[in-house]
C-alpha cells in the first residue's frame, strides 16, 4: 500500500484554469483505476472524475464538460486539467486507486475566488 502525493493546487479567480498532478507508478496504472476526489467544507469526498486502466474516463455531473482527467504513462503522473473554474469548485483535491483505495495522500488546495 503506497501513498499518493499530490500538487498543484492554488489561488485563482473565477473562470481561471489550474492542473493537478498525482505522481503514481505503472504497477498501480496496471493494476488500478485512478480518480481524483474533493472535499469542500462542511461536504462529503466525492468522486469528480475517473480513468479506468484502459484510459476510459468519466465525470461528475457538476464538471463535466469544464475538467479533463489524463495520464502520462512516461512519468507515471496523473493529471487533473481544470477549466472555468468556479467558486463551487473550492476544495481539497485528492487523488486515489479504485476500486480499493491507498492510504489517503495530504490533498492539494484549490481555492477559487476574487
Known amino acids: 500500500q503506497v501513498q499518493l502525493v499530490e500538487s498543484g493546487g492554488g489561488l485563482v479567480q473565477p473562470g481561471g484554469s489550474l492542473t493537478l498532478s498525482c505522481p503514481a507508478s505503472s504497477a498501480i496504472f496496471r493494476l488500478y483505476a485512478m480518480g481524483w476526489f474533493r472535499q469542500a467544507p462542511g461536504k462529503q469526498r466525492e468522486l469528480v472524475a475517473g480513468?479506468?486502466?484502459?484510459?476510459?474516463?468519466q465525470y461528475s455531473d457538476d464538471v463535466v464538460g469544464r475538467f479533463a482527467v489524463s495520464r502520462d504513462d512516461a512519468k507515471n503522473i496523473l493529471y487533473l486539467e481544470m477549466h472555468n473554474l468556479k467558486s463551487e469548485d473550492t476544495a481539497l483535491y485528492y487523488c486515489n486507486t479504485m476500486p480499493i483505495e491507498q492510504q489517503w495522500g495530504p490533498g492539494t488546495q484549490v481555492t477559487v475566488s476574487s
Open positions: 480513468m479506468t486502466t484502459s484510459r476510459h474516463t
